[in-house]
């Protein structure tokens, strides 16, 4: 009997496999099911998740062990940052020299989320019916849960929802090795992204306070399994490299925007990288606010009635489930109110909106895409419905019933599901993918290990050109990157620091490494520093400077003239609100009321016609102080020499016109810039002092 028992085990686990690899042929397609192909690894936070494991896979070990310093220097990362699924990023880290070079592991990913989806959902079911076939059918319900195909088309890591039926599948057996499951599944989640870890803090926190309301006797034994857990996880968190970054840089505001809407369990409105989409043949597509796609949880028709049956069955003499009432009312209670956040909004229409503490918002930031909480709604949603049917319903009728609901289900669905055939939802990038026209991106990585941003921006429109270039051509390291999480405070001082070095002229900062930017005024500034120590080319609408002779030409005759610097026109305003492609240097910030200093020096560089040359030239400023309520206070030096600021609007500018010089240089020297973070407004640690809005020479 044994033995047939565990065939049939073996048998039942076959079946899983066969159903995930078909259900994963579906969502990839073969050419993306392939482990060697990762074009479609491009869009979104698709490239990032690849690109940041090719990094910590080409770099040694350090300690922590998620330590991944190569992709972002200064900026503190590690693997679970760029969201890369720590757990494989390990595994197969240990195994790199036996890998091809452009190994990919997300299409085994999304293998095994369909089959562990598919598994605890049988299992939770399974341990509520002990009916196999009952099991079976009520297992589809959960792979085809839109909440979890819309991840997996967006978020990978993310798409990992086992972790929550993983949850509710301890809690509904009887095994005296709950507390050690419990643990077991927290320690995981944090190898596979943290949302899941803060999830499976508040179900187990709840767990804890049901079981002391059952039983105060219980306290020690919970004591007991926080203090052995809780240790554990910080230390697995330690090791992955949670903590390479400081606490404060953990938040991320989002709060109350990336929130959940109220129609959002009946709004079929879904969204890929194709595009936007209607889930249901049945249902209109919603509205919603802000960022409220991040609270997507459409239950679909055949949702709707296990939705009603869950409902019902607070009304209705049924067998206990797994958990009481009450708990189940206080867990839909605390993962409504937290995903809902303090913007309570139905559609479009703002109900209520509630102003926070600092203190209470700054914990909540943690938690930014709040909207993600009601995933264990959802998931308690299907499971109390099913278990529902198969309690009220007997015989042949809870079959019918659960066989009629998939069915209304999967053809309701069909509209979302076409999007999701044999990869569509990554398809469409393989037209977009930049296609090199020359072996310059191959020749510079052959030369240059490290790409650099002259401004460090998370998530920069230079990462988003660059995705193919890192995909393709081995570069060692660079700060062009896009975190989750990373360190502000670094992010100012390393930028401030880099400017100061292209100030003193220094070369060693170019030895084997390029500056990226997009910013034609700052190439300018840097070859009006630099000359021709350096070389400049333009590709893809990015420049590209190093100190290293890459192609030939390096098409410098074509692109000289973008480094003449530009003359002003006497007695004409120069709007920095709406002029482009200026001749300001370092240390500003374009934004919508002007220059924005950041940092302790800002330039401005400009020629004078010799023709209109005169002694008796006048400086007017339309500078504002950035804060309100804080004077920007600076310097003001015209080619080293020091000018008057009693007047901004009639600064005397010595100048020979015997010996007129080709440019001049404009420079604010600020005296105590400050920062949103210095000031407890905010994270951003910029440091700013003035808004310049418009200048202007007159005679």
Not at 225 to 246: A, D, H
Request: charged share 15%; aromatic share 20%; glycine share 6%.
């Amino acid at each position: 009997m044994k033995k047939v028992k565990n065939n049939n085990i073996y048998i039942n686990h076959i079946t899983l496999i066969i159903i995930s690899f078909l259900a994963g042929l579906y969502l990839l397609g073969f050419d993306n099911l392939n482990f060697l192909n990762k074009n479609w690894l491009y869009s979104g936070d698709l490239s990032q998740y690849q690109i940041g494991w090719e990094f910590f896979r080409n770099d040694s070990w350090r300690f922590p062990l998620g330590f991944n310093p190569n992709y972002g220097l200064e900026f503190g990362t590690s693997i679970a940052y760029s969201d890369s699924i720590p757990l494989f990023a390990f595994i197969f880290k240990l195994f790199k020299n036996f890998l091809p070079e452009n190994f990919q592991y997300f299409s085994l990913w999304i293998v095994l989320i369909i089959y562990l989806q598919l598994l605890f959902s049988y299992l939770i079911i399974f341990n509520l019916t002990k009916n196999f076939y009952f099991s079976s059918i009520s297992m589809f319900f959960f792979i085809l849960a839109p909440v979890f195909l819309n991840r997996s088309g967006i978020h990978l890591s993310l798409a990992g929802h086992w972790i929550i039926l993983f949850s509710f599948y301890i809690e509904s057996s009887n095994s005296k090795l709950k507390p050690m499951l419990r643990g077991f599944n927290l320690i995981l989640s944090s190898l596979i992204f943290f949302y899941f870890t803060m999830m499976l803090i508040i179900l187990n926190s709840l767990t804890y306070l049901f079981l002391l309301i059952k039983k105060k006797s219980l306290y020690k034994n919970i004591f007991k399994e926080i203090i052995l857990i809780y240790p554990l996880l910080f230390l697995t968190m330690y090791i992955v490299g949670y903590f390479t970054i400081r606490p404060e840089d953990g938040l991320g505001g989002g709060y109350g925007y990336y929130n959940l809407n109220l129609n959002s369990l009946f709004n079929p409105n879904g969204f890929n990288f194709s595009g936007s989409f209607n889930w249901s043949v049945l249902m209109p597509k919603l509205p919603f606010n802000n960022g409220e796609y991040e609270g997507f949880s459409y239950l679909g028709i055949g949702g709707f009635f296990l939705l009603f049956f869950a409902i019902l069955s607070f009304f209705k003499n049924i067998r206990e489930f797994f958990i009481s009432r009450k708990e189940i009312l206080l867990i839909f209670f605390v993962f409504l109110a937290l995903s809902i956040s303090q913007n309570i909004n139905f559609g479009e229409i703002n109900i209520l909106s509630i102003d926070l503490n600092n203190y209470i918002l700054g914990v909540l930031s943690t938690i930014r895409s709040s909207g993600r909480l009601i995933w264990p709604v959802y998931y308690l949603i299907l499971i109390l419905g099913i278990f529902f049917i198969f309690n009220y319903f007997s015989g042949k009728k809870r079959f019918i019933i659960l066989i009629s609901l998939l069915f209304i289900q999967l053809i309701d669905l069909s509209s979302g599901l076409k999007q999701y055939y044999k990869g569509n939802q990554y398809n469409y990038i393989s037209k977009n993918v930049f296609k090199n026209e020359d072996n310059f991106w191959n020749n510079l990585s052959f030369k240059i290990t490290t790409l650099r941003s002259i401004k460090f921006r998370n998530q920069s429109d230079l990462y988003y050109d660059l995705r193919n270039v890192f995909l393709n051509y081995n570069f060692k390291k660079t700060d062009i990157v896009y975190l989750a999480r990373y360190n502000r405070k670094n992010t100012a001082l390393n930028n401030y620091k880099l400017i100061e070095s292209f100030l003193n002229k220094e070369m060693d900062i170019f030895k084997e490494t390029a500056f990226l930017t997009k910013d034609l005024n700052v190439v300018r500034n840097i070859h009006f520093l630099y000359g021709k120590n350096l070389f400049y080319y333009f590709r893809n609408n990015i420049w590209i400077i190093t100190s290293q002779y890459i192609v030939k030409p390096n098409n410098i005759e074509s692109i000289k003239d973008n480094f003449e610097i530009k003359n002003i026109v006497l007695n004409k305003k120069i709007n920095f609100i709406n002029s482009k492609n200026l001749n300001y240097g370092f240390g500003w910030e374009k934004q919508s009321r002007g220059l924005a200093s950041d940092g302790n020096y800002s330039s401005i560089i400009f020629k004078i016609d010799n023709k209109n040359c005169s002694e008796n030239f006048y400086l007017k400023l339309n500078v504002e102080n950035y804060y309100n309520d804080i004077k920007g206070d600076f310097n003001l030096y015209l080619n080293n020499k020091i000018l008057s600021k009693k007047n901004l609007n009639r600064i005397p500018l010595k100048i020979n016109c015997d010996n007129i010089q080709n440019y001049y240089i404009l420079e604010f020297k600020y005296q105590g810039p400050i920062s949103l973070r210095e000031l407890n407004r905010g994270l951003n640690h910029s440091k700013r002092s003035i808004i310049l809005k418009e200048i202007e020479i007159i005679s």
